[in-house]
């Protein structure tokens, strides 16, 4: 069974950064997509950055220019670097990865943005 395991989450003022981090417990060198998807209370879970096909991106109109997703195949990990920070980025962050023959979710992570 794949594990994702993320981390980096917590609580940052408006304008901060974080990185969040998922590592997958499977190699993910030919994955087919992997990404961040967050939910806010009251809200639907929505994507906020996928890499597909193991170069293109792909992020929600609200975070470009923002956050940045990337790989590093070594350590099997996808990481979310999230600069300027809102108020309303936060949600709790899931972790997504596609391979051929299955679909994982990690845990979560919370992400709150507040002064």
């Known amino acids: 069974q794949v594990q994702l395991v993320e981390s980096g989450g917590g609580l940052v003022q408006p304008g901060g950064s974080l990185r969040l981090s998922c590592a997958a417990s499977r190699s993910i060198f030919s994955i087919y997509a992997m990404g961040w998807y967050r939910q806010a209370p009251g809200k639907q879970r929505e994507l906020v950055a996928a890499?597909?096909?193991?170069?293109?991106?792909n992020y929600a109109d609200s975070v470009k220019g923002r956050f940045t997703i990337s790989r590093d195949n070594a350590k099997n990990t996808v990481y979310l670097q999230m600069n300027s920070l809102k108020p309303e980025d936060t949600a709790v962050y899931y972790c997504?990865?596609?391979?051929?023959?299955?679909?994982?979710w990690g845990q979560g992570t919370v992400v709150t943005v507040s002064s």
């Open positions: 997504n990865a596609v391979f051929l023959d299955l679909e994982v």
């Open positions: 890499i597909i096909s193991g170069s293109r991106t």
